[in-house]
């Protein structure tokens, strides 16, 4: 049987399925650190043919030669891969080229409605995903279908709203000196506020102005502080959704994403609270432009296979 190889490959997980006439299968998940051409070949030694072609989906930079994954230390060259599968049609793609890539079929069962209507209009797309980093990828409408363009949109700049934010800004550039992304003043890269990485640093930085002692060393735990009427962990949760809120409203407007902005991610699924009132006031507060923001659909979008959904996605693209 004719089939194509996609793989979603995470600091944590890589995960392998076969693309055939029924779409993909039931994937193969094995743990990052065991090497993913290890991995790789384990997953090819279960099949009884090779590939003829192969997405692969990193979660770091990636080349059209090699992938990277950022919190795994490890690079992967498509000549490994090639030799692997004995094929040369081999995409290596960023996960949230493929998360975008997702959206070209993306199923309505896994996505709840924040804003617009429930039926998801055509037309360019922004998927934003606030997980161990701030992932960002869109989907670009053309007259031939669908391209997905890759970037690092969680790396773009936030200042403070107010002056209390910019005492807490002050104070998280002390804890963590490498986002000031200007020597003077205080624009800061979004994704050091905007992630489960830098929630502990955002948390302490308040604590610091508030002159609270710490509740709390990690995400999950400054989260959890939130429901407990921790003063700081509060302050917190609102400068989080308001930047995360106006920065996802920017990029919206940037690629007047009339087909929807898809908002997903570990911290957005473990913590859909998050994206109420205040995170919708703080994405349609655009001064002239509030009337287009408001227009723009906005989604919350969970689906456990959307990695590998768009890589088979791409693949059938790009194969064209």
């Not at 670009?140 to 969680?154: F, L, P, S, Y």
Request: hydrophobic letters at 45%.
């Amino acid at each position: 049987m004719t089939w194509n190889l996609v793989a979603d490959i995470g600091g944590t997980n890589a995960r392998f399925a076969s693309v055939g006439p029924n779409g993909i299968g039931t994937p193969e998940v094995y743990p990052s650190a065991m090497g993913v051409t290890k991995a790789l070949a384990e997953f090819l030694n279960l099949q009884e043919t090779m590939p003829q072609s192969a997405a692969l989906a990193f979660a770091g930079v990636t080349t059209p030669e090699q992938g990277s994954l950022t919190n795994a230390g490890q690079i992967i060259t498509r000549n490994e891969v090639a030799q692997l599968c004995q094929s040369n049609e081999i995409h290596f793609l960023n996960d949230f080229e493929a998360a975008a890539w997702s959206l070209a079929t993306i199923d309505p069962a896994y996505v709840k409605v924040l804003q617009g209507p429930d039926e998801i209009p055509t037309g360019n797309r922004l998927i934003i995903g606030p997980g161990t980093g701030l992932g960002v990828g869109s989907l670009i409408k053309n007259a031939n279908g669908w391209t997905a363009v890759k970037g690092e949109g969680g790396h773009v700049a936030i200042s403070p709203n107010s002056a209390f934010e910019a005492k807490v800004f002050e104070a998280f550039v002390e804890h963590w000196p490498e986002t000031q992304l200007a020597q003077n003043g205080w624009r800061l890269e979004a994704e050091a506020f905007l992630c489960g990485s830098g929630l502990p640093y955002l948390y302490r930085a308040v604590a610091d102005v508030l002159g609270q002692e710490y509740g709390a060393k990690d995400a999950r735990g400054v989260l959890e502080l939130v429901a407990k009427g921790d003063p700081a962990a509060i302050e917190m949760a609102k400068i989080f959704r308001s930047h995360l809120g106006s920065t996802t409203g920017d990029m919206a407007v940037t690629l007047l994403t009339k087909g929807g902005v898809f908002v997903t991610g570990g911290v957005a699924e473990k913590n859909p609270w998050l994206f109420d009132a205040e995170f919708l006031a703080a994405f349609n507060a655009g001064g002239r432009f509030d009337e287009l923001r408001r227009s723009i659909p906005v989604y919350a979008y969970q689906h456990p296979m959307f990695g590998l959904i768009g890589a088979k996605n791409a693949l059938a693209e790009l194969s064209n």
